[in-house]
């Protein structure tokens, strides 16, 4: 009973892309920055090759709530080029994350 639940225990760690972090800033540096860039704005190649959104455009942050980003973390993209994270994240970390993108104060 006792190694059943430490089985179970380490799969949800392993299963954790961000390593138990739950603070947004940490979350979006080792799960989204790659393709996001670490300041939310991609590199032209990232641009040229997935269609990466620079998160920083005035456009998007006119527009951005936590509701979008939080939605769009859960079910990635409709064309699959961005991930869903649902299950890769716990709740928390996609709500810290989202909460940190559609901040006033992001990327900072
Ligand atoms: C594998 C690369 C990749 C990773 C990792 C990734 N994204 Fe994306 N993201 C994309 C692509 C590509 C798009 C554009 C999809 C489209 O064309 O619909 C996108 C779009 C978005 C959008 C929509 C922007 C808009 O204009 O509405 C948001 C918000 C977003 N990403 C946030 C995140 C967050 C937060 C993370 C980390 C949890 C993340 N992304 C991780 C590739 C990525």
Redesign the pocket.
Known sequence: MKAALLLLLVACNGSDVAGGATDGPK??AS??A???GPAGKPTEAMVQR????D?TAAE?RAR?TSA??EN??RTG???K???A?EGA?TDAQIKA??AY?SSAKFPN
């Open positions: 979350v979006f799960v989204c790659t393709c996001h997935l269609g990466v959104r998160l998007f951005v979008l980003v769009q973390v993209s409709k064309n080029l961005m991930p994270f994240l994350v989202a993108v």
